[in-house]
């Protein structure tokens, strides 16, 4: 056992030794050594002098050093972080990674008043990670945020020097790269799907590689590109949005540059997409949308309104704001601290080796200027803008990497030429680059720390209605806020909004927004009959209240007031009905236990059961093994009319989730097959590896 763990500590020293290639030096320690004198002779032993030496070492190993500063930014940045997170973008995350995996499979889930829309791909990605810390994904998820700089630093540093940069090029690129205004404000404001894009576009130019085109690319290499590339769109629409547009319109531009591109013949049409460049651009193209389907699909449709990030909406900036490569909003640098990529880009555009580069990161930022100037329906929540930090990353990275390929070519010239122009532009460089670096890291590990996204935060929703949710007629609660402005409300089944909810859930009927309105007005008369038909049993109003609107609930029919404590308001629904009721031809209701998406019961006589959610023609009924057909009721939710008594069975059909998933497991299994490595055959095999 000691000699392994002796094995394995050298190990890890030479993993951060430099220059390890070169073997080990011999040095002289005494005259004994070099034969100048006899061992025997009475020497004085030579101790070094080992003042600094750790320090000195530490530096010759800048990317151990890189790593050290951003755990100990990152630990002070984190301090109100260590827990359970949620707040910002970020929803409570569950117990159990089962829980985020079901719900993905789910046809219906169980959010506002009900929703049958896909659950886009990055909830089981969350899941299946989690299973790293125990299938808990609320410690996935704050270990995620807390190493998140640090992941970045290396994946990024990896990349740099893949593109030739040395080690302290590629140190500078991975810190201004991890702790840049774009990264900590999706930290801070709880954006996963920004953080998951940052983490992924290294990896992405590495496999892509500078300067190589894809008919120099394996078939393997062009599936993992192709596997990376839908996990980014899964996390991000506006990533594969951007990359299904771009190599979409290189491939066109590439068939209409050939020679024979005006032909008619389908033959000839054939032969000319029978080529490696054609074949590898559709497999990135169609591979990352079949792997997102069917969300993928409404995003081609519907380009511009399906481009939201994950989880729930928060204000971001101006387009001012993300020319300067920050994306603004709470809890996000101010832009008095200034990254450098804008003086990056102007450098980048003036050197002509890198000016390529330099104007795909311009049109990638003017586009999330652009983008953002655009207001879409945020999720679950009024009207947003468009956030692009996707866009962002991907900019500062090109600016980045060529700017200091300007660097490292330009220094030799620099020890060579006379004092000039270019000496004061590298310095005035370099001073920004310091400052921008210092200012970034002191905000971070300070003013960065109070942030959106914390620990342990208390829930919106008391106690007593949390344990409602239990209990067989599954109620539902109205919580509603109203400030000077305008008036927020949303709908609970008895616990806060849980990680991915916000991404399914599906815009409020009609009648429903309309008997909210009323009841805020004051001249709600059948609010409480239109509330209590879709299962609302409390309306909650979180303090501090607003006291116009507590005398006009209190003097509005079908509302009583159930109690008034320190956190709210809370009034009963009168005649509220249960999840699944059954009116018989007296009028009179009996609830009916039920489960997420079914209930099975016995049914005495003509009637009609009521399900207490949004409409959708998705929810079958069986009366003694027939059919039942659905209808609408006036107030919006599914109605079946029963003609005999008997056992009937209520579910929701999941056929159409269930084709999807299984183009999407089809796709990625053979992705996945495709991007590993592949074995020889027996008779491909050397003699002499056989022998």
């Given at each position: 056992?000691?000699?392994?763990?002796?094995?394995?500590?050298?190990?890890?020293?030479?993993a951060?030794?430099?220059?390890?290639?070169?073997?080990e030096?011999t040095?002289?320690?005494?005259?004994?050594?070099?034969?100048?004198?006899?061992?025997?002779?009475?020497?004085?032993?030579y101790?070094?002098?080992k003042?600094?030496?750790?320090?000195?070492?530490?530096?010759?190993?800048p990317?151990l050093?890189?790593?050290?500063?951003?755990?100990?930014?990152?630990?002070?940045?984190?301090?109100?972080?260590?827990?359970?997170?949620?707040?910002?973008?970020?929803?409570?995350a569950?117990?159990?990674?089962?829980?985020?995996?079901?719900?993905?499979?789910?046809?219906?889930h169980?959010?506002?008043l009900?929703?049958?829309?896909?659950?886009?791909?990055?909830?089981?990605i969350?899941g299946i990670?989690?299973?790293?810390?125990?299938?808990?994904?609320q410690s996935?998820?704050?270990?995620?945020?807390?190493?998140?700089?640090?992941?970045?630093f290396?994946?990024?540093?990896?990349?740099a020097r893949?593109?030739?940069?040395?080690k302290y090029?590629s140190v500078?690129?991975?810190?201004?790269?991890?702790?840049?205004?774009v990264?900590?404000?999706a930290?801070?404001?709880g954006?996963?799907?920004?953080?998951?894009?940052?983490?992924?576009?290294?990896?992405?130019f590495?496999?892509?590689?500078?300067?190589?085109g894809l008919d120099?690319?394996?078939?393997r290499?062009i599936?993992?590109?192709?596997?990376?590339?839908?996990?980014?769109?899964a996390?991000?629409?506006?990533?594969?949005?951007?990359?299904?547009?771009?190599?979409?319109?290189?491939?066109?531009y590439i068939?209409?540059?050939?020679?024979?591109w005006?032909t008619?013949?389908?033959q000839q049409?054939l032969?000319?997409?029978?080529?490696?460049e054609f074949?590898?651009?559709?497999?990135l193209?169609?591979?990352?949308?079949?792997?997102?389907?069917?969300?993928?699909?409404?995003?081609?449709?519907n380009?511009?309104?399906?481009?939201?990030?994950p989880?729930?909406s928060?204000?971001s900036?101006?387009?001012?704001?993300?020319?300067?490569?920050?994306?603004?909003?709470?809890?996000s640098?101010?832009?008095?601290?200034?990254?450098?990529?804008?003086?990056?880009?102007?450098?980048?555009?003036?050197?002509k080796?890198?000016?390529?580069?330099?104007?795909?990161a311009?049109?990638?930022?003017?586009?999330?200027?652009?983008?953002?100037?655009?207001?879409i329906?945020?999720?679950?929540s009024?009207?947003?803008?468009?956030y692009?930090?996707?866009?962002i990353?991907?900019?500062?990275?090109m600016?980045?990497?060529?700017?200091?390929?300007?660097a490292?070519?330009?220094?030799?010239?620099?020890?060579?030429?006379?004092?000039?122009?270019r000496?004061?532009?590298?310095v005035?460089?370099?001073?920004?680059t310091?400052?921008?670096?210092?200012?970034?890291?002191?905000w971070?590990?300070?003013?960065?720390?109070?942030?959106?996204?914390?620990?342990?935060?208390?829930?919106?929703?008391?106690?007593f209605i949390?344990?409602l949710?239990?209990?067989?007629?599954r109620?539902?609660?109205?919580?509603?806020?109203?400030?000077p402005e305008r008036l927020q409300?949303?709908?609970?089944r008895?616990?806060d909004?849980?990680?991915?909810q916000?991404d399914?859930a599906?815009?409020?009927?009609?009648?429903?927004?309309?008997?909210?309105?009323?009841?805020v007005?004051?001249v709600?008369?059948?609010?409480?009959?239109?509330l209590?038909?879709?299962?609302i049993?409390?309306v909650y109003?979180k303090?501090?209240?607003?006291?116009?609107?507590?005398?006009?609930?209190?003097?509005?029919?079908?509302f009583?007031?159930?109690?008034?404590?320190?956190?709210?308001?809370?009034?009963?629904?009168e005649?509220?009905?249960?999840?699944v009721?059954?009116?018989?031809t007296q009028?009179?209701?009996?609830?009916i236990s039920?489960?997420?998406?079914?209930?099975?019961?016995?049914?005495?006589?003509?009637?009609?059961?009521?399900?207490?959610?949004?409409?959708?023609?998705?929810?079958h009924l069986?009366?003694?093994?027939?059919?039942?057909?659905i209808?609408?009721?006036?107030?919006?939710?599914?109605m079946?009319?029963?003609?005999?008594?008997g056992?009937?069975?209520?579910?929701?059909?999941?056929?159409?989730?269930?084709?999807?998933?299984?183009?999407?497991l089809?796709?990625?299994i053979?992705?996945?097959?495709?991007?590993?490595?592949a074995?020889?055959r027996?008779?491909?095999?050397?003699?002499k590896e056989?022998?």
């Amino acid at each position: 056992m000691r000699s392994i763990l002796e094995r394995i500590s050298s190990s890890l020293v030479n993993a951060f030794k430099p220059n390890r290639a070169d073997g080990e030096i011999t040095r002289a320690k005494n005259y004994s050594d070099i034969g100048v004198i006899d061992e025997s002779f009475d020497e004085i032993e030579y101790v070094p002098n080992k003042s600094f030496s750790k320090i000195r070492s530490l530096v010759k190993q800048p990317l151990l050093l890189g790593i050290l500063l951003t755990l100990f930014i990152s630990f002070l940045n984190s301090r109100n972080r260590f827990g359970s997170l949620s707040g910002g973008a970020l929803a409570v995350a569950p117990a159990s990674a089962f829980e985020l995996i079901t719900s993905y499979v789910n046809s219906w889930h169980l959010v506002g008043l009900g929703s049958s829309a896909a659950a886009p791909a990055w909830i089981p990605i969350i899941g299946i990670a989690s299973f790293i810390t125990a299938a808990n994904p609320q410690s996935f998820i704050a270990a995620f945020f807390f190493l998140a700089p640090t992941l970045l630093f290396v994946l990024s540093y990896r990349t740099a020097r893949r593109y030739s940069l040395t080690k302290y090029s590629s140190v500078f690129v991975a810190f201004i790269y991890a702790l840049s205004p774009v990264t900590l404000t999706a930290i801070n404001q709880g954006r996963i799907g920004t953080i998951v894009i940052a983490l992924l576009l290294p990896g992405l130019f590495t496999l892509l590689e500078k300067n190589q085109g894809l008919d120099n690319l394996s078939w393997r290499k062009i599936f993992s590109i192709t596997l990376l590339a839908a996990v980014a769109g899964a996390f991000s629409m506006l990533f594969l949005l951007v990359w299904t547009l771009f190599h979409l319109s290189v491939f066109i531009y590439i068939y209409f540059t050939s020679s024979n591109w005006r032909t008619r013949n389908w033959q000839q049409i054939l032969k000319n997409l029978d080529v490696d460049e054609f074949k590898k651009r559709s497999a990135l193209i169609l591979t990352p949308i079949l792997i997102n389907v069917p969300i993928s699909i409404n995003l081609l449709l519907n380009p511009i309104s399906a481009i939201r990030e994950p989880g729930l909406s928060i204000e971001s900036a101006s387009p001012l704001s993300i020319l300067l490569f920050n994306p603004g909003g709470p809890s996000s640098p101010g832009l008095f601290i200034l990254a450098p990529f804008v003086l990056y880009l102007l450098i980048g555009l003036i050197s002509k080796d890198q000016r390529k580069c330099a104007t795909g990161a311009l049109l990638a930022i003017v586009l999330a200027a652009t983008l953002s100037s655009y207001y879409i329906d945020g999720n679950s929540s009024g009207a947003q803008r468009i956030y692009s930090g996707p866009l962002i990353v991907f900019a500062q990275l090109m600016t980045l990497l060529s700017i200091f390929a300007i660097a490292e070519r330009i220094l030799p010239q620099l020890k060579r030429s006379n004092f000039g122009f270019r000496h004061i532009a590298s310095v005035l460089t370099s001073v920004v680059t310091i400052v921008s670096m210092l200012s970034i890291s002191i905000w971070s590990a300070t003013l960065g720390a109070d942030s959106l996204v914390r620990s342990n935060q208390e829930q919106v929703i008391p106690a007593f209605i949390t344990d409602l949710a239990s209990t067989s007629e599954r109620p539902k609660t109205l919580v509603v806020r109203k400030s000077p402005e305008r008036l927020q409300y949303f709908v609970t089944r008895g616990s806060d909004l849980q990680i991915g909810q916000a991404d399914v859930a599906s815009e409020t009927p009609e009648q429903f927004h309309k008997a909210i309105v009323d009841l805020v007005n004051g001249v709600g008369g059948s609010s409480s009959q239109v509330l209590g038909h879709y299962g609302i049993q409390y309306v909650y109003m979180k303090n501090p209240a607003d006291a116009g609107l507590v005398r006009i609930v209190d003097g509005i029919g079908g509302f009583t007031r159930s109690s008034a404590t320190k956190d709210g308001v809370v009034w009963k629904v009168e005649k509220s009905h249960a999840r699944v009721t059954y009116q018989n031809t007296q009028g009179k209701f009996f609830p009916i236990s039920s489960t997420d998406k079914a209930s099975t019961s016995y049914v005495s006589g003509q009637g009609v059961i009521l399900l207490a959610e949004k409409y959708d023609k998705a929810w079958h009924l069986l009366l003694n093994g027939k059919v039942v057909p659905i209808e609408q009721h006036p107030f919006g939710i599914p109605m079946f009319k029963i003609s005999e008594p008997g056992e009937f069975s209520l579910t929701h059909d999941g056929t159409n989730r269930r084709a999807w998933i299984s183009i999407q497991l089809i796709t990625l299994i053979s992705a996945i097959v495709l991007a590993l490595p592949a074995g020889r055959r027996k008779r491909e095999v050397p003699l002499k590896e056989l022998v």
